[in-house]
């Protein structure tokens, strides 16, 4: 987890944000530039524009929504989890359902949280790995 370089450090995490409700995406990306080690939080509200920026930027870490204008957020999944290297992708969700769980998780979804009662176990997953990253680096 993060970026190895090639002096041997580790630099810090990157995280893309991806949810159609703009307070949502704010609130989340605000908490998560607050946690030690996060590089960058970028922001996307479309789910084919969320696949473009993973796939340009690199991050480490996709925070998704599933009801996403632009092919929705299983779609964005299964084309994201299919790239050579994978970031991991927490799904966050109004929907948390057994059906959409199970799907979530069958196309590659790391985690899968209810928004309503979940939200604050993001900020667990990025200190997280965060933490994992400066122990791998110090060994």
Known sequence: MGIHLA?????RVKVVVVDDSAPVRARLAALIREID????????QDAEA???LVLAGRPELVILDLHLPGGGGIRALRRIKSTPTAPTVVILTNDPGDFNRCQCL??????????AREFDRV?????????RAADEGRS
Do not use: C, P, Q
Not at 7 to 11: F, K, Q, R, V
Not at 37 to 44: I, P, Y
């Open 7 to 11: 002096d041997g450090t580790i630099g």
């Open 37 to 44: 080690g996060v590089e960058a939080v970028d922001e996307e």
């Open 50 to 52: 969320a696949v473009s």
């Open 106 to 115: 069958a196309r590659g979804a790391d985690f899968f949280f209810d928004k």
């Open 123 to 131: 900020l667990d997953v990025v200190s997280e790995m965060h933490r």
